[in-house]
């Protein structure tokens, strides 16, 4: 449906308010809309407003402020200098203007049209660029660089706003070891055997050349895992993460008899993998109502194993049914009980929280109770069968990207010179994730503390706290504080997979005599901790070969 402008713009003749506009074109009858000579807030600036991601409300303020204030409000993005727009990616950008056009554009945020009105003339663009990816070219294009009225009073007084602006506003310098490296380092796979006993040694891709093999193990594995027979869970595991690494197809059982953690049951399921197309105790397993039925219950947030076969032993066997065990109206749930949780800090100072919000019950408080003092228990489970089928959803990576971006910019509102990295399996190239987990620090430890509370309480606050990060789904998203001596630590602590974090740390403790976690590193007979300045520098701390996160897919 076109967009409707608001009557005291409305300029379209019945002819053409008639014709379908398409997403991100302004619907105007010419390519300009001269202004109304008593307001000059921004002379010389002519405006493209972008409509995706923005409200009719939101279409209708800017216009009416683009009108007023701009020398010309452009039907065509070619004829203007600054493109007004709510979208914060590259990809959803090239979908209503070329990025080649877009690159001799300054790209800035609805705020910046907002403030510089206020302000009674052009703020500089610095602040308010909406796609990172061109931050150089909006910063050059700075309106503030050239006064179009020649006026050199104007131009003094606009020179002193962008000097006091930028000493304002201009976070601290993030020390260099709290950056990635501008080159990303690329590993060596010739330094790597497959045949290692230990994951942190071997490059295991997101897909492998045995993945078929592998997803038929990991059925059995699962299926260990939901009876509580964890040891042989285990087993499986390495079996899994072995295969995940061996970088071709296998064809016969001699080919990987040396290969550890392939023992003598595992390579007679090999072999008749190979001679049959699949493995039958998989088949068996796939089919079997109790697989089905403890797969199905432990996919619900807050149900494990353990819960999931007394469910079954109770007589359950659908979600139906646990939403009649549980009392639960799933309509109630997802419309009126969205929570949060923070976790509390732990002593070796990382925080984790996870964040929705609540329209009724109050607001949570940072012991993630409601007001009323209700403990989180069972509630758990109620809220994710409300939500499961928001939850159980996949989230794209456009989308992780999106919801990184909306977190850190809010973030930086609250304590600027913030750093973040999104982990988990985005980080290792999954194109879709369960969850979104993020990790901050600050260069200033004194900054970390409490950070997570606030930054959750502003995003209650402006309703951005909740798993309706678009399109009205909820997500799942995790936030991480981590203190800046332990950032590198947390970052590969959490950025997985299992087998390699477990992997990595039994190398830490057999080869090194050392402890680690996301927590950070410490000397096991004397507790002196070590405080790696890159990611890499965790890596040859331990004396192993570098692996780039997209080869740490050790699970299927």
């Given at each position: ?358 329209r009724a019950g109050g607001k949570p408080d940072v012991k993630g109770r409601w007001n009323d003092g209700s403990e989180l228990g069972e509630d758990w489970v109620k809220i994710a069968l409300g939500l499961r089928e928001d939850l159980g959803l996949k989230i794209p990576r456009d989308e992780v990207e999106e919801m990184g971006r909306v977190v850190v910019k809010e973030l930086n509102e609250i304590q600027p010179g913030c750093v973040s990295t999104i982990v988990g399996g985005f980080r290792r190239g999954k194109p879709e994730s369960n969850d979104v987990d993020i990790i901050f620090t600050h260069p200033d430890e004194s900054k970390v503390k409490d950070l997570c509370k606030r930054l959750v309480r502003r995003l ?97």
């Amino acid at each position: 449906m076109p967009f409707k402008r608001p009557a005291s713009v409305q300029r379209i003749s019945s002819k053409e308010s008639s014709r379908s506009e398409s997403p991100g074109e302004t619907p105007f009858p010419s390519k300009r809309v001269k202004l109304s000579e008593d307001t000059n807030a921004l002379p010389g600036i002519k405006a493209y407003i972008v409509l995706a991601k923005l409200t009719p409300s939101a279409v209708a303020e800017l216009f009416t402020l683009a009108e007023k204030n701009c020398e010309a409000l452009c039907k065509e993005v070619n004829d203007a200098d600054v493109v007004i727009t709510a979208v914060g990616m590259r990809r959803r950008l090239e979908r209503h203007i070329p990025w080649n056009i877009a690159k001799t554009k300054a790209i800035v945020t609805p705020k910046w049209l907002r403030d510089s009105v206020k302000a009674g003339h052009p703020l500089p663009y610095e602040n308010y660029v909406s796609i990172q990816d061109l931050y150089d070219e909006t910063v050059q294009k700075s309106a503030l660089s050239v006064s179009p009225l020649g006026d050199p009073t104007i131009d003094a007084q606009r020179q002193e706003a962008h000097e006091g602006s930028h000493l304002s506003s201009t976070p601290p310098e993030v020390p260099a070891y709290l950056l990635p490296p501008l080159i990303p380092i690329v590993t060596d796979t010739s330094k790597l055997s497959y045949k290692s006993r230990y994951s942190c040694q071997r490059a295991s891709p997101l897909v492998c050349p045995n993945q078929a093999l592998a997803l038929e193990f990991d059925i059995i594995r699962r299926s260990r895992a939901l009876e509580g027979e964890e040891r042989s869970a285990l087993s499986y595991a390495r079996a899994i993460s072995a295969l995940k690494a061996i970088p071709h197809k296998i064809t016969s059982r001699q080919q990987v008899e040396d290969v550890s953690y392939l023992g003598t049951k595992v390579l007679s399921l090999i072999e008749e993998f190979l001679d049959t197309g699949h493995i039958s105790e998989a088949l068996s397993i796939s089919d079997s109502p109790r697989f089905i039925a403890l797969s199905l219950f432990s996919s619900v947030y807050g149900i494990g194993p353990n819960t999931a076969r007394r469910l079954y032993a109770l007589g359950l066997r659908t979600l139906d049914d646990l939403e009649a065990y549980y009392g639960v109206d799933p309509s109630e749930v997802k419309d009126e009980r969205e929570f949060v949780e923070l976790e509390k800090p732990s002593e070796k100072g990382h925080y984790a929280s996870e964040a929705s919000t609540s329209r009724a019950g109050g607001k949570p408080d940072v012991k993630g109770r409601w007001n009323d003092g209700s403990e989180l228990g069972e509630d758990w489970v109620k809220i994710a069968l409300g939500l499961r089928e928001d939850l159980g959803l996949k989230i794209p990576r456009d989308e992780v990207e999106e919801m990184g971006r909306v977190v850190v910019k809010e973030l930086n509102e609250i304590q600027p010179g913030c750093v973040s990295t999104i982990v988990g399996g985005f980080r290792r190239g999954k194109p879709e994730s369960n969850d979104v987990d993020i990790i901050f620090t600050h260069p200033d430890e004194s900054k970390v503390k409490d950070l997570c509370k606030r930054l959750v309480r502003r995003l209650y606050d402006r309703g951005m706290v909740s798993h309706v990060m678009r399109n009205g789904v909820r997500r799942r998203l995790d936030l991480i504080f981590a203190q800046p001596q332990i950032y590198w630590c947390a970052v590969i602590g959490w950025s997985g997979s299992i087998m390699f974090e477990r992997d990595i740390r039994q190398w830490a403790k057999d080869k090194c005599g050392m402890k680690f976690d996301s927590s950070g590193i410490t000397r096991r007979f004397d507790s002196k901790p070590f405080y790696p300045k890159s990611e890499k520098e965790v890596f040859d701390l331990f004396g192993l070969e570098w692996i780039e996160p997209t080869l740490r897919n050790a699970d299927v």
